[in-house]
């Protein structure tokens, strides 16, 4: 395992792309955001130009039994530029490491990549973490996250996610401990391990990074940098007594 830092990034970026290694890129929602299909519409476009022509086989939207259907309008704002769009759904909410679960395996390309519907680390990440991939360098790639993701948290949740990595690195051993970063892209062979995990909601990352830790897949975190406008609001309380079950079932099952 390694870690990429800013300094390295660079270089990775530089690197040049030959033709047409394919993309997934999987997007979980629930209840988004009014205005969702626009600002997803510009952040996918930002990413076809980055990656080049082609690239991009699927964008595979999962709606996690939202309590209201997704509205026709934003659907459309993103279906009429970008024709890769598919749209999975499902009456009832699931978990998200359930909807990505199902994204992964409906895609069908090289790789897949996963993040949030509203896409909040800056959109050069994408291709970032599509070079490892391409050029062999990695099998899982995963977000690690820095100063401009923890100063948008509020204190609360600051402290739980620091507390976090700590465990995961005490408790589990893990070199890689920031596990919840909301952005990983992994081939075939991280693909196969992902789909193993049972976990249904937000720690499912803590249990894929867990499985991959076992085998000789070559996972690389790379540095992150947050969108200035993204909001990252602090969970409820019932999901947190639901996560502190799921850390305690993947303790004892490590």
């Not at 510009?42 to 309590?67: A, C, P, R, W």
């Not at 909807?99 to 680390?121: C, E, M, W």
């Not at 990983?184 to 249990?207: C, I, M, P, S, W």
Request: net charge positive; glycine share 8%.
């Amino acid at each position: 395992m390694k870690h990429v830092t800013r300094q390295t990034r660079f270089a990775i970026f530089a690197q040049p792309m030959s033709a047409a290694k394919t993309l997934d890129i999987i997007l979980p929602c629930y209840n988004p955001r009014p205005g969702w299909g626009k600002s997803l519409s510009e952040s996918m476009t930002k990413i076809k130009m980055l990656l080049g022509e082609g690239v991009i086989e699927s964008i595979i939207l999962v709606n996690d039994g939202s309590s209201e259907p997704l509205k026709d309008d934003e659907l459309s704002k993103l279906t009429s530029t970008h024709s890769e769009v598919k749209l999975i759904e499902y009456p009832k909410n699931q978990g998200k490491g359930f909807a990505v679960r199902k994204g992964i395996s409906s895609g069908n390309a090289h790789f897949q990549l996963y993040t949030d519907i509203d896409v909040p680390y800056v959109e050069e990440s994408v291709k970032l973490f599509y070079n490892l991939l391409k050029n062999d360098e990695a099998d899982v790639v995963l977000a690690s996250r820095g100063d401009s993701y923890y100063n948008a948290l509020s204190g609360f949740r600051r402290i739980l996610s620091k507390s976090l990595r700590w465990l995961n690195g005490i408790l589990f051993g893990l070199k890689i401990s920031d596990t919840q970063g909301g952005l990983k892209a992994f081939n075939h062979k991280g693909r196969k391990v992902f789909l193993q995990t049972r976990v249904n909601r937000y720690l499912f990352d803590l249990e894929f990074i867990q499985k991959a830790s076992k085998t000789d897949l070559r996972l690389i975190g790379l540095d992150v940098e947050l969108k200035q406008d993204i909001v990252l609001p602090s969970p409820s309380l019932m999901i947190l007594l639901k996560e502190l079950g799921n850390f305690i079932v993947l303790l004892f099952r490590k």
